[in-house]
């Protein structure tokens, strides 16, 4: 076959040998996107999804059917009692913020038993400067660090008997950080624990990341709440913005409360016209998801091939669609971020460089050519250019381009002789 991108053979062969060691794994992933994929259309089928299902709602948005039926879709596919699903969230951390302003009120205590949160909620919770943040409202936040990649259960059950911890955090993806992102059997257990410990604690889970990798959600296994954002793996690539919120009925009002006004709660939100683009995208959501998974398991095995440190391995269960490569100086981060950006459907003419983003304490270069900006479902990788010089990607709408992606990376470290 005719090598399009002109790769050296040196990285062809590097690509063969990674395919050949990941076949089985890919058999798996096959089994699980099918699963998922099966239960996304028998929700919508179940919840009569249909043409009107699309109508775009103006104004106060009242009784749009679209939104309603997406709405109880979704609560279907992740086994929850009721959801919000829309795309008036700007953000996953906006989402987040929504569900934990929801939830907290002053003198509260929120746990994260995951330690340290996502490097842009600490502004919402005022661990790091953040006007009207949890904190400006009195609410106090506390965090116990996993060790060694495992909940700290003698910490949480002290902390938990103590006083009372309205709620409980968990947060199931790495982040940018190097230890394990949680299984949902993982999430479960600390779920069980907490809850036996106190049943009022309301468990929230950061599901960013994480949805449609395994066959299950924490909410089908006594999580209260999950957030995510929908240009990660719910949106299946199509959703242009938004974020959910799944849980329990009761709680679900609050949230809603806290994203319309007081009083009002989820009966509002037009839907102007972008229910098609979330349907659609939720529809795909599995399979797209499958195709990230792919992504991230070859290039791990790329990379362990080459010496380089990566985590998860190749056959680790997966948890969410991260891979992070240990690239051990700045040079061959950016080299790779580069490469990468080659690859891009769009924007592959534009050379990535380290830059202050906001909410970020360290700078961070980005390789990403997305149709929807900061999509990270789609081919992307991040990396805060410090120590140990890792580079998180992540996504990948379709297997095939996104190994051409993975492998210009490779192309570009080599060329600039820093491996
Ligand atoms: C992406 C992400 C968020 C939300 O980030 P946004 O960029 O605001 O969508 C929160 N937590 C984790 C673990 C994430 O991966």
């Not at 948890?319 to 040079?331: E, F, K």
Request: charged share 20%; with cysteine.
């Amino acid at each position: 076959m005719e090598n399009i991108f002109n790769l050296s053979e040196k990285v062809l062969s590097l690509s063969e040998n990674a395919l050949l060691r990941v076949k089985n794994k890919f058999d798996e992933i096959d089994k699980i996107t099918e699963f998922n994929q099966n239960k996304v259309l028998k929700a919508f089928i179940d919840n009569g999804v249909s043409e009107a299902s699309f109508t775009a709602s103006t104004g106060y948005g009242y009784g749009d059917r679209g939104r309603e039926t997406i709405e109880a879709a979704f609560a279907q596919i992740v086994g929850a009692e009721d959801s919000l699903f829309r795309h008036n969230f700007v953000s996953g951390t906006h989402t987040i913020s929504v569900a934990l302003f929801g939830m907290l009120r002053p003198g509260d205590v929120m746990l994260s038993v995951t330690g340290r949160p996502y490097d842009t909620l600490l502004g919402v919770l005022g661990v790091s400067e953040g006007e009207g943040s949890l904190k400006e409202f009195g609410v106090e936040f506390e965090e116990i660090d996993l060790i060694n990649n495992a909940f700290d259960f003698e910490q949480i059950e002290k902390r938990l008997k103590a006083s009372f911890v309205k709620v409980a955090y968990i947060q199931r993806s790495r982040g940018y950080s190097l230890r394990n992102s949680l299984t949902v059997e993982e999430i479960a257990e600390v779920t069980r624990f907490v809850k036996k410990i106190s049943p009022d604690t309301i468990v929230m889970v950061d599901n960013c990341y994480g949805e449609f990798v395994q066959t299950t959600e924490p909410t089908q296994h006594g999580a209260d709440l999950i957030m995510g954002s929908l240009i990660k793996n719910p949106g299946g690539g199509i959703a242009p913005t938004g974020g959910y919120i799944a849980g329990r009925k009761d709680l679900i009002e609050k949230c809603a409360c806290r994203l319309t006004a007081p009083g009002i709660g989820k009966e509002v939100g037009a839907t102007l016209g972008h229910s098609r683009q979330l349907f659609m995208g939720l529809f795909n959501a599995p399979h797209v998801t499958g195709e990230a998974v792919k992504t991230a398991v070859f290039a791990s095995a790329l990379f362990e091939s080459l010496g380089f440190e990566v985590t998860p391995t190749v056959d680790e269960t997966r948890a969410d669609i991260i891979q992070a490569v240990v690239l051990r100086n700045p040079d061959a981060l950016i080299a790779f971020c580069q490469g990468m950006q080659k690859g891009a459907p769009v924007d592959s003419f534009v050379t990535p460089e380290p830059w202050d983003m906001p909410g970020y304490d360290n700078q961070v270069i980005m390789a990403a050519g997305a149709f929807t900006l900061g999509a990270s479902i789609e081919l992307s990788a991040d990396a805060p250019i410090r120590e140990p010089y890792a580079a998180w990607m992540q996504g990948g709408l379709n297997f095939h381009s996104a190994k051409t992606g993975v492998l210009l990376g490779l192309e570009s470290m080599i060329d600039k002789g820093v491996i």
